[in-house]
C-alpha cells in the first residue's frame, strides 16, 4: 500500500537463503546468499497502489529481475558476508526468521520453481495476468 522506508517480504526462505522483498530503500529486490561469499541482489525501483508482477530469476552466476514481464535489472550487487544460518521453511508475507519483515498489502499469487524461466515465459505470464488481460478471451 505504501513505500514506508522498511524492508517488507514478499517471500523469504530464511535471511540467508534466497527472497523477494522491498528494500527499505524503496527498491523490489530479488536477493540470494551464498556460503562463504555472502549477498548478491538485483534491484529496481518499486511502486505503491500498483498491482506489480515481479520474477526473481538466478541462472548460474547471473541474477535477474523481472518487473511486469521486462527486465528491470541485472547488475548483480554484492554484500560479503561469511556468515551461514540454519535452513528455514519458505514463507510467503513475511520474513521467515530474523526480524519478521511483514508484508503490507495484497499477494495475489507466489511460485517458486526450480528451472530458469526464459524472459519469453516471464511476459506471457505476466500478460496472462495483468489487469484488463485480453490474452485470452472467451465466448
Known amino acids: 500500500d505504501t513505500l514506508d522506508g522498511k ?3 514478499i517471500l ?6 534466497y527472497g523477494l522483498q522491498i528494500h527499505d530503500i524503496h527498491q523490489w529486490e530479488f536477493l540470494e546468499f551464498h556460503d562463504n561469499q555472502g549477498w548478491e541482489s538485483v534491484r529496481s525501483p518499486a511502486s505503491a497502489k500498483t498491482w506489480k508482477y515481479i520474477v526473481g530469476v538466478r ?3 547471473n541474477q535477474y529481475l523481472y518487473v511486469d514481464g521486462v527486465l528491470a535489472s541485472a547488475s548483480i550487487i554484492r554484500l560479503d558476508t561469511a556468515f551461514a544460518a540454519p535452513r528455514q521453511n519458505v514463507w510467503i508475507g513475511r520474513q521467515s526468521d530474523g526480524p519478521l519483515r511483514f508484508w503490507k498489502g495484497m499477494i495475489d499469487e507466489v511460485r517458486a520453481d ?4 526464459s524472459p519469453g515465459w516471464i511476459r506471457l505470464c ?12 472467451f465466448k
Open 12 to 17: 523469504s526462505k530464511s535471511d540467508y537463503q
Open 7 to 9: 524492508f517488507r517480504q
Open 126 to 137: 505476466y500478460m496472462n495476468q495483468k489487469e484488463n488481460d485480453a490474452l485470452v478471451t
Open 59 to 61: 541462472d548460474g552466476r
Open 114 to 117: 526450480n528451472v530458469v524461466r
